[in-house]
C-alpha cells in the first residue's frame, strides 16, 4: 500500500472523478429505485476487471481501481435500494445484481487479458 501523499492525492482525485460519474448515472437514469446503482456496480465490475489485468504502474491502480471506481461503485446503496424494493423484488434485485455483477467482472478479465 502505497501512504506517501502522492498515494493520498491519486485516491482523493481518483475519488472525486467517481463519484461524479456515479452521479451522472442517477442523472441520467432519473428516479427509479435500483437502475442507477446496479448499472454503476456492473460498469464498475466489468472496468476493475480490466484495470486488473492491464495497469502496469501502482498510480494507476490508486487513481482508478481504489479511488474511482471505489467510488462510483457502492454497496451502501445497493442494500438501501434491496431493502427499500421489499422482501421479493429485492431478493431478485440482489441475485440479479450479483449475478450481472460476477459476469461483468469475469467479462472484463477476459477483455483486459485479450486486449
Not at 78 to 88: E, I
Request: aromatic share 10%; hydrophobic share 50%.
Amino acid at each position: 500500500m502505497e501512504r506517501t501523499p502522492l498515494g493520498f492525492l491519486l485516491v482523493a482525485l481518483g475519488g472525486f472523478v467517481g463519484a461524479v460519474a456515479r452521479h451522472g448515472i442517477d442523472v441520467a437514469v432519473g428516479d427509479v429505485t435500483g437502475v442507477g446503482t446496479l448499472l454503476a456496480n456492473v460498469l464498475g465490475s466489468f472496468a476493475l476487471g480490466v484495470v486488473i489485468t492491464r495497469a502496469t504502474d501502482r498510480q494507476t491502480r490508486l487513481f482508478v481501481g481504489t479511488g474511482a471506481l471505489s467510488s462510483f461503485t457502492t454497496y451502501s446503496t445497493f442494500v438501501a435500494d434491496a431493502v427499500s424494493l421489499g422482501t421479493t423484488v429485492g431478493v431478485v434485485y440482489v441475485a440479479a445484481s450479483y449475478a450481472a455483477g460476477f459476469v461483468a467482472a469475469a467479462t472484463g478479465l477476459f477483455v483486459g487479458r485479450r486486449l
